[in-house]
């Protein structure tokens, strides 16, 4: 069997993602033929700690929109990445992975407390560590909380599951003049204004030299071939 590329990363799934074509709600066939990747994946001798964003039962900033308390609607959202967390989680028992859930805002019930050194020792056994809640605190998206959790555990890489597959110079939908990139800077994605991050997550990243590969999860077998080196997607980086 081929070595991984990388021996511990950071997948980061979005909520839509996750929902599938619904866009609403959770897709188990979805969500299942992402845990079948993973499962692959730790079977091959990665590490892997997982980000889940909720967009697809609350975002913040656009549902809360001028109704609510920018804090309060943050905090809803934090909330909706649990439900996702522990749906993936429960998928993943499905298939014999170990795993364990944390969250950055405790609710000692249903999961463990964010702690970095507990994290890191799960990694090394083989378990899978879901991130829930983001960073904990509001006006931060959870890709930031997605690029903090990877600098915290030591990720040799950001695995951006999206449901776009790469990143482009315009919204491919918009613009069918739009042209995708196959390796591009930090100081480009944030000068250019792409959307491959939030610039807080995008300047996160290139602080702490984190290399992102954006790629679609329509098919998740993705996330085997980016771990094994394959070139998929974006691969977002420093200047030489």
Known sequence: MPEPKYKRVLLKIS?????????????????????????????????????????NFWRGT?????????TRADHMGMLATVINALAVADCLEQRSVPVR???????????EPYIRGKAVRHLEKGRVVIFGCGTGN??????????????E???DAI?????VDGVYSADPQKDP???????????EVLAKHLAVMDSTATSLSMDNHLPIVLFALKDPENI??????????TLVKEEK
């Open 138 to 151: 509001p006006f931060f998206s959870t890709d930031t909380g997605a690029v903090l959790r990877a600098a």
């Open 101 to 111: 859930v944390q969250t950055a805002i405790e609710m000692n019930k249903i999961a």
């Open 62 to 70: 656009k549902d809360g929109g001028d109704h609510m308390e920018r």
């Open 224 to 233: 085997y071939r980016v771990v094994m080196g394959e070139e998929i997607g």
């Open 15 to 55: 909520g839509e993602a996750l929902a599938g074509d619904a866009h609403r709600g959770l897709n188990f066939d979805v969500i299942g033929s992402v845990c079948d990747v993973v499962k692959k994946c730790v079977e091959a001798g990665v590490q892997i700690g997982i980000v889940v964003g909720g967009g």
């Open 159 to 163: 695995l951006l599951a999206k449901n």
């Open 177 to 187: 003049n739009a042209v995708k990139y196959d390796s591009i800077t930090y100081d």
């Open 153 to 155: 555990i030591g990720a």
